[in-house]
């Protein structure tokens, strides 16, 4: 099929053995690449009940038919395994240069199976896979690593993806890094690199998948160049980055703060774009043939992390330690992002963790003398979750976890046990519905409604008709994941672009009820997958304290009764039963 090289790599890292496979056109017609292969091949390859850090829990790495072509969005690879943090579809995605190097390779899937008895790394290429031993590179950092990684392998325009001790540790919020500041980083995926002993895997090769049209897909390359010209949203993010969010946020009342208490910091001001940009002077950062260039690589000029530089912080980090954890300093927040990148964690489960705990602490429930802005201590917590030593022990396996042991659970704000990211839903009531319904946790890319909500072009306030705004955005969304195509190019690439995109990459010919339709059966075989691994329709809910609290800083709420209206909404829309 165009667009794909029908084959599957299996990677057993037990026997230290490797077949190929051959992928039907069927399967691909069906579900694409990226998402929609990762889930099919997740449901298919892995049994019932599997534990997540077992040897039979697949680690599952896809592209998609756009990676490795000229379309500017296409710089991105899909991770999926069975979460170790949830217990159900674990999925994440990284930008950067990896992607068109893991499809220069010659397959469209990988999947790594078994566990090490001792650590290794992984060389895939067009020609072979090697499997070597990576005892010397175990207990280095994310970003240590991936440079080991690939001198190590010695090949020009070689990419590692790596995890750093969190993913050795198999802390369940581990990430798999790449490019010194990229990350596959929600729902664990890199404790379950960390279970089978492998510290990372190199790619390259110079295998060639042709395309349909390769011409159409050039003239809509550079028309979607021309379009995001002078597009506002496309000027913002080479700009600024992700971090123009936070006064967006703030000034709608919906930048989760001081735990979830409140929708709003008195000192945004001082962790805005515009502070970033004065103190901390990012220059951009672009993934492969990307012009948004939305990455930012910061240095601290000044104080007491004076020369510290890195990527960042994107504005989830900046929520999470500067709205969650209350600092008010982007230098700290940069030392914190810093700190989460190299032990491999999750900045936004990181972030709420500390937030958590923070809140524990004031109550009363441990003895951990940590409160808001205290970034010394964060930064011990934070150390001692991935060493699994105290304090930071207890709170090694996230917020669900964790609030049962302290039996705070009534106080922990997490979805199916994902933490969620930094858009308030009792401001922006249809993120509610988004966190609630997304089949990996409280996630905000699998429908990115808050654009809808902050734009004015839906009320945030009101219920009604939000499945309607959420289903289209999540249809969208999958669709993008399947090609696979970077998310902020939602504004540019339509649903008649992706009927454009598709044929030109594929020679399939679908229209947006076709390309929903496709969407629906992704989304099918994850429910599937989830239900499966013992989910039930009673966790497609928000937990107690944003269902039952009001907002501090405007008293808003999201009832009950109105989350369940959406849901019924959104399941007749679907196509499923309660």
Known sequence: MYGFYNRLLRVDVGTRSWTSEDIPDEILTQYLGGKGLGAHLLQSNSPTGVDPLSPENPFIITTGPATGSVLAAAGRHCTIAKSPLTGVFGESYSGGHVAPRIKATGYDAIIVQGAADTPVFIEISDQAVHIHDATAFWGMDSYETQDALQDAVAVRGARAIAIGPAGEQMIPFAVVGNDHGRHAGRTGMGAVLGSKRVKGIVFHGGATCPLADSDAIESYDRAL?????????????????????????????AFPS????????????????????????????????????????????????????GEGPEYETIYAFGGLCGVDDLAEILYLNMICDRL?????????????????????AIDLKLDYGDVDGIAELLTTMVSREEPGAIFAQGVRAASRALGLEDLAVHVKGLEPAGYEPRTLKGMGLAYAISDRGACHLRATVYKAEFAGWADRTATE??????????????????????????????????????????????????????????????????????????????????????????????????????????????????
């Not at 080479?238 to 969010?245: L, Y």
């Not at 709420?352 to 009363?364: D, H, L, M, P, Q």
Request: glycine share 10%; charged share 30%.
């Open 258 to 309: 001081y735990y979830w208490s409140t929708g709003t910091v008195p000192y945004w001001e001082q962790i805005n774009a515009d502070t970033m940009v004065e103190q901390l002077r990012p220059r951009p950062k672009a993934c492969y043939r990307c012009f948004l260039a939305c990455g930012k690589y910061s240095k601290v000029s000044e104080g007491r992390h004076a020369g510290l530089e």
């Open 344 to 364: 491999g964690i999750d900045t936004i489960t990181a972030g709420n963790v500390a937030g958590f705990a923070i809140e524990a602490s004031r109550r009363g």
């Open 225 to 253: 160049r021309e379009r995001g010209r002078d597009d506002p949203a496309a000027l913002s993010y080479r700009k600024f980055g992700t971090p123009s969010v936070v006064a967006i946020a703030n000034r709608a009342g």
């Open 465 to 578: 008709g939000k499945a309607d705004l959420v289903l289209d955005f999540e249809d969208r969304h999958t669709i993008f994941d399947t090609l696979i195509l970077c998310r902020f190019y939602r504004d540019l690439i339509g649903w008649d672009d992706l009927s454009t995109v598709i044929s030109g990459l594929t020679g399939l010919d679908l229209d947006k009820s076709g390309l929903r339709a496709l969407s629906g059966r992704v989304a099918d075989t994850i429910r599937a997958f989830n239900l499966r691994e013992g989910m039930t329709a009673a966790d497609d809910t928000l937990p107690p304290r944003l269902l039952r609290e009001p907002l501090a800083s405007s008293g808003e709420t999201l009832t009950e009764a109105e989350l369940e209206l959406m849901l019924d909404e959104y399941y007749d829309r679907r196509g499923w039963s309660r």
